[in-house]
């Protein structure tokens, strides 16, 4: 009998991507708030220590008010930093304040919206049908940047971080780079 079984091949497929993948991700983490300070900036801070845990660089960070422009320039900043991805929490709401999601979603060439999708379904398994109210997004801009925005609270970048971006991060690097 031969072992020429294309399902098992199939299965391999993300394993040998994954392998391929780069072992760090260069990363710049923006706090989109109008409040929030470096001292009170706990989604910012949890988002670099989960960084720094997994071997990822922090290639810089900053807190912006939820002004399109300013999180514009900072996505610039990134780039010009050497970043490949940017991580921005908050703003993602539906106050006449949050705009990140507007503005991300200008910059963004191919979306992924899955991200999204799968952030949702996973915080409504944690809080129920506020889940809809998550304006999460990813996708990569036309300068190639993997932009990731995720709502500010603790919980919600906990969840964004450890079940959704950090373990694809190297694949999405490896993918982007073919």
């Known amino acids: 009998m031969a072992h020429d079984d294309p399902h098992q091949h199939h299965h391999s497929v993300p394993?040998?991507?994954?392998?391929r993948a780069p072992a760090y991700a260069k990363v710049y983490v923006i706090t989109c708030s109008d409040s929030r300070t470096a001292a009170s900036d706990e989604g910012g801070r949890n988002i670099k220590s989960r960084l720094a845990d997994k071997g990822h660089v922090v290639a810089g960070s900053a807190i912006v008010p939820d002004e399109p422009a300013r999180i514009v320039e900072e996505l610039g900043r990134a780039k010009t930093a050497g970043a490949q991805v940017a991580l921005i929490t908050g703003g993602t709401g539906i106050t006449s304040r949050d705009s990140t999601f507007e503005t991300v979603s200008g910059l963004i060439a191919r979306p992924l919206p899955g991200f999204g999708e799968l952030f949702?379904?996973?915080s409504f398994q944690e809080i129920g049908s506020a889940a809809?109210?998550?304006r999460a997004i990813a996708g990569v801009t036309r300068e190639g940047l993997l932009v990731f925005a995720m709502p500010g609270s603790p919980a919600a970048v906990k969840l964004a971080c450890d079940r959704l971006i950090l373990p694809?991060?190297?694949?999405?690097l490896e993918e982007l780079n073919r």
């Not at 694809?168 to 999405?172: I, R, Y």
């Open 132 to 134: 809809m109210l998550s």
């Open 120 to 122: 949702r379904m996973l």
């Open 15 to 19: 394993h040998e991507h994954k392998a």
């Open 168 to 172: 694809e991060l190297g694949h999405l």
